[in-house]
């Protein structure tokens, strides 16, 4: 599958940020099923040192219908969490958008609802700085 227009932005955002990418995608085994999550990243935080792991998946929503982009990244966040938790696995799962995306769409009520409902964990890119803005947990 073809990586997202901003893919590129966000792993240089992260890497900015500290984070050191261990996977660009990330395999992940969902019963039967093998699954590609676009980025796993991982940081050591002081002063325990203990380390945080990350999957990342990338979306840019910059189609015709972002509820229907919306629909179908929460399908693959709820399956990439799924998976995190069936194997057992040590990650986060957050959903990269770039900022004009979040400031267009993100504050709309049904999107606030759905956030909350599937407990979306976000982080917010500026793409033309390669720079994370927010993360939303």
Do not use: C
Not at 8 to 23: N, S
Not at 54 to 78: D, M, P, R, T, W
């Amino acid at each position: 599958m073809a990586k997202d227009i901003i893919h590129v932005a966000v792993k240089q955002a992260l890497i900015k940020d500290g984070w050191t990418i261990v996977a660009d995608p990330y395999p992940l085994q969902y019963a039967e099923f093998s699954l590609r999550a676009d980025l796993a990243a991982e940081r050591t935080s002081p002063p325990e040192a203990t380390v945080r792991r990350l999957i990342v998946e990338v979306k840019s929503f910059v189609g015709l219908s972002f509820i229907h982009q919306f629909q179908q990244a929460i399908g693959q966040y709820s399956m990439y969490r799924d998976a995190i938790e069936l194997n057992g696995l040590d990650y986060e799962i957050y959903l990269a958008v770039s900022n004009e995306a979040y400031q267009d769409n993100f504050h709309q009520t049904a999107v606030q609802n759905s956030i909350k409902k599937h407990d979306l964990k976000l982080v917010v890119v500026d793409i033309d700085g390669e720079q994370v803005l927010i993360w939303i947990n």
